[in-house]
């Protein structure tokens, strides 16, 4: 949990709140769009995880106005810690 909430502040910065495992990346802690691509790659990259599957699209908003609203699962830091032990990320 520790290298993985440190990953966290050095991809997006401080947060006024101590990152848990039940914080949902875009709900929670604000990562959507082309941020939210590039934090998995580089989170599959420094952890060993595949997230060639990972389908993005499915967790996270794009960026801007105009965005059609829908529904987008959820994604924990626990589920994080989880793919890291997997070494997969769907």
């Given at each position: 949990m520790k290298e993985i909430r440190e990953?966290?502040?050095e991809e997006r910065g401080k947060y006024?709140?101590?990152i848990k495992e039940h914080h949902s990346l875009q709900s929670d802690l604000?990562?959507?769009?082309l941020d939210a691509?590039?934090?998995m790659l580089n989170f599959g990259k420094k952890f060993g995880v595949d997230?060639?599957?990972f389908d993005?699209?499915?967790y996270f908003k794009p960026e801007g106005y105009g965005a059609p609203h829908k529904e987008y699962?959820?994604?924990?830091?626990g589920d994080l810690i989880?793919?890291?032990?997997?070494?997969?990320l769907l």
């Open positions: 990953f966290i502040l006024r709140f101590e604000g990562i959507y769009g691509v590039d934090c997230v060639s599957r993005a699209e499915k699962l959820e994604l924990t830091i989880d793919s890291v032990g997997k070494s997969i």
